[in-house]
């Protein structure tokens, strides 16, 4: 109790949580002037969410990927670094999930795991190139990050096309049913939404993101690194190879979550132009949730809810979805601009103080 | 006779943090043309109270007068208006931009749309010449001295038309030429009417030029005092509370073996250039040797080649008979090397981590702390509180990050860190810069304890009454190279001066 209060009273805490409601509240002003019904919009969006067993699931769903994506950018931001790239780190791992999930047989449960391991890895290789360019080459992370977005995508057209083609598609052919990590039973309990052994493994990739960044000497060295390069090189760490382990980690996030997609809800990969996005929401995530384990599980849970719930609004109240991602956008524009913000909260300080004086 | 009047007046200030309390109670005024010093140890409230003028922090309690009027100072904007103007430690200037361009950012003098560089040249120019600050208003910060900056912060607040400027610890990070130099300075702007507070912790600065001194001691002012029926002795006692010695006692040296030799070094600074440009000498266990010199003539290139942390391109490094030419920082000091660097906000601390989390910094990865990978928590806090208690460290708390702490105790932080680390050889770069008379005599004792230890001691000072008093031999460097080796009983301030300015010992000059 007495650490939340604590909690409560620093400012970093309040600028989400205020940033949160301006976006609401604008989002509402913007309904109004379009002549929509702002609350029946909101109470259309929230009862999507909750409406059935099914909607939980599949809002649920939709989170997972959202905080695989938020932790493997906020991961390298605390180690000062800007991993844009999560998109292709996503579509490496969805690649290395599907080759195995489709072209090798194993038993089941080992097929699933080593599917896993190998989309991690192949998602892990791939954000520490960008590390290593970075630290051999000086190559700018944004730069590189978004070059290998685009390598990535056609790398996996490339495999698809020759390996693994469904004739008369533009998908791959599906995965082996030994591979796949959904959860039939709970799947059924929710009524079919896609549930899947990754909301688990979520919870211990969060936990574990916690423990890594606070508890263990090489969360306490990427926390140096992000803070003060000079003072880690002169505490005498390898801040080249502190680089590489941040973004293998980083990208192996990244690939988790296309291991998941693919082996847990669409159990293909389709032939697409573009990535997903999730990577980019990713660094809307991270900046809500300020890089830290929880605040990047509430603000996932938060849009994740929020672009389920979307799909609800335009049923309900027949708001264009567009408007819930102006909402989201005026959300991340204040946590991004905590200057405007803090104006706020200051002024709001001295008015309760003059009050009480 | 007319009093000058009052420009600025506190009226009892009290600013707390949380339960920290970093002033109380102060009451201060400050006279039109007058030069006045603060002077207070470390952690004192020095710099809080003058944030507090600057609209930097907000008062707990107590008001703030400017010109008679009582004001509500919100905002460092809100100060420039009124006419107040702050030169911080470290500078915020924009390195690549001109000095004009520095001086106008946010104020933009426009004609059209256009910025009018040209007028804003001119005045600058002209505050220049009429204040003798000798500043070229396009010269590129970067390639002007730390000296030739900090009178660009000065000009900044004049062009916005400041008549009290503050100066947080000027001088502690100017060359004593500069030094001289600013103080002249100073004593012109105050002759001109402008109003001056200055925070040192040099006594000799506070005699040069203050007319009065204010000395603060945990938070509560001790006593204004006329500067000229005053004396150092006075001003000192006053400000620790107890007396205090100026000259560190210490019994003669006694050398043993070397313990770091350094053969015909050759490194290049970040220009290209040998900056350490085929140096040879040694430092010899039981022994402190002081390094002279102005300030970039490659003593920061020497210690970072010393260090592990910049390349060696020719020579050797020997440290008790381990060659440490181009090895990491790392293994460096595990060799036996400790350092105290000459930044410490740059390399010395890393600002947002705790106290224990800097105890750590150059130790965290060993068994004691780090078990599997697991830090043990426990074992950082009763290390910070080791130091802490050992060091007579003050801070607001042991989990808040070390950006909160102040300057003389943030380095006495390092100073405890390092020295723990039971070195072979301790590099002791500008160890007392910042600190208050009582930690500079504190530190001084702790540099000749490790050498009655038998450990070998490099001490880079740019400050020649330092060396004098704690050196037991002196290598003068210039240009990267050394010009001269004395003794501190040999020589004069005199001597070494001319060999600073590259005068070869002997009198041929270079
Ligand atoms: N932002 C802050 N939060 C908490 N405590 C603070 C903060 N800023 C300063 N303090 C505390 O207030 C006290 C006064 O600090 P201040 O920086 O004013 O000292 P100072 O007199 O300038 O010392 P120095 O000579 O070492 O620079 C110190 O105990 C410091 O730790
Ligand atoms: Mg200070």
Known sequence: MNNLKRLLRQESVWIPIISIVIGIVIGAIVMLIGGYDPLLAYSSLVQKIFGSVYDVGETLRQIVPLILAGLAVAIAFRGGMFNIGVEGQIVMGSLGALMVGNMIDLPPIIHGIVAIIVGALFGGIWGALVAIFKVKRGLNEVISCIMLNWIALYISHITIKAFMAEAGTSRSQMIHDSASIQIQWLSDLFNGARIHWGFFIVIFILIGYYYYMNRTKWGYELRAVGYNKHAAEYAGMNVSSIAIRTFFISGAIGGLIGTFEVLGVFKYMAIAANTSGTGFDGIAVALLGMNSALGVFLSSTLFGALYYGAQGMSFGADVPPEVIKMVISIIIFFAAAPGAIRMFIKMFKRKSKREEG | ?510
């Open chain 2, 1 to 510: 006779m007319a009093q000058p009047e009052t420009v600025l007046e506190l009226k009892g200030i009290t600013k707390r943090f949380g339960e920290v309390v970093a002033n109380e109670d102060i009451s201060f005024a400050l006279k039109k043309g007058e030069i006045h010093a603060l002077l207070g140890e470390n952690g004192a409230g020095k710099s809080t109270l003058m944030n507090i003028v600057f609209g930097l922090y907000q008062p707990t309690e107590g008001s703030i007068w400017v010109n008679g009027q009582e004001v509500l100072m919100d905002t460092p904007n809100r100060a420039i208006d009124l006419g107040i103007g702050m030169v911080h430690q470290h500078f915020k200037l924009v390195q690549p931009f001109t000095v004009t361009e520095n001086i106008i950012l946010g104020m933009e003098p426009k004609s059209g749309l256009r910025t009018d560089l040209k007028s804003a040249s001119s005045k600058i120019r002209q505050l220049s010449e009429q204040y003798g600050l000798n500043v070229d208003p396009s010269a590129k910060i970067e390639n002007i001295s730390v000296g030739m900056q900090q009178r660009v912060e000065i000009l900044k607040t004049l062009y916005r038309g400041a008549d009290i400027v503050i100066l947080d610890e000027p001088t502690a990070v100017l060359t004593p030429q500069e030094i001289t130099e600013l103080l002249a300075i100073m004593k012109r702007l105050a002759s001109e009417g402008k109003s001056i507070i200055i925070i040192t912790h040099k006594l000799k600065e506070i005699m040069e030029v203050a007319d009065t001194c204010t000395i603060i001691r945990r938070g509560r002012v001790i006593d204004s005092v006329v500067v000229k029926d005053s004396s150092p002795r006075e001003l000192a006692e006053k400000m620790v509370g107890r007396e205090v010695r100026f000259k560190t006692d210490k019994s003669a040296a006694d050398p043993k073996q070397p313990i770091l030799s350094v053969k015909d070094l050759k490194v290049r600074g970040d220009n290209g250039q040998m900056a350490v440009d085929g140096l040879s000498f040694q430092v010899r266990a039981g022994e402190i040797v002081g390094v002279a010199g102005v300030d970039g003539n490659g003593q920061a290139e020497l210690i970072e080649a010393l260090t592990g942390m910049r390349r060696v391109e020719e020579g050797e490094i020997d440290l008790d008979g381990v060659n440490v030419v181009n090895k990491t920082p790392r293994v460096v000091g595990q060799s036996g090397m400790s350092h105290i660097p000459q930044d410490r906000h740059k390399h010395g601390l890393v600002l947002d981590f705790t106290v224990p989390e800097n105890a750590i910094l150059q130790t965290y990865y060993k068994p004691e702390l780090t078990k599997g990978g697991l830090m043990d928590h426990n074992a950082a806090v009763s290390l910070a509180e080791k130091y802490v208690k050992s060091f007579d460290i003050r801070i607001p708390g042991l989990d808040v990050p070390v950006r909160a702490m102040s300057g003389g105790n943030q380095q006495k932080l390092i100073i405890a860190r390092e020295i723990d680390r039971r070195p072979k050889v301790l590099i002791a770069a500008q160890p007392t810069r910042g600190l208050d008379v009582g930690a500079i005599e504190f530190v001084h004792k702790e540099l000749i304890a490790e050498r009655n230890n038998g450990k070998g001691v490099l001490l880079v000072s740019f400050e020649l009454e330092e060396i004098m008093n704690v050196a037991d031999r002196i290598i003068v460097l210039f240009n990267g190279q050394i010009v001269g080796e004395t003794y501190p009983d040999q020589t004069n301030d005199q001597e070494l001066g001319l060999m600073m300015a590259g005068r070869r010992q002997g009198g041929d000059s270079n």
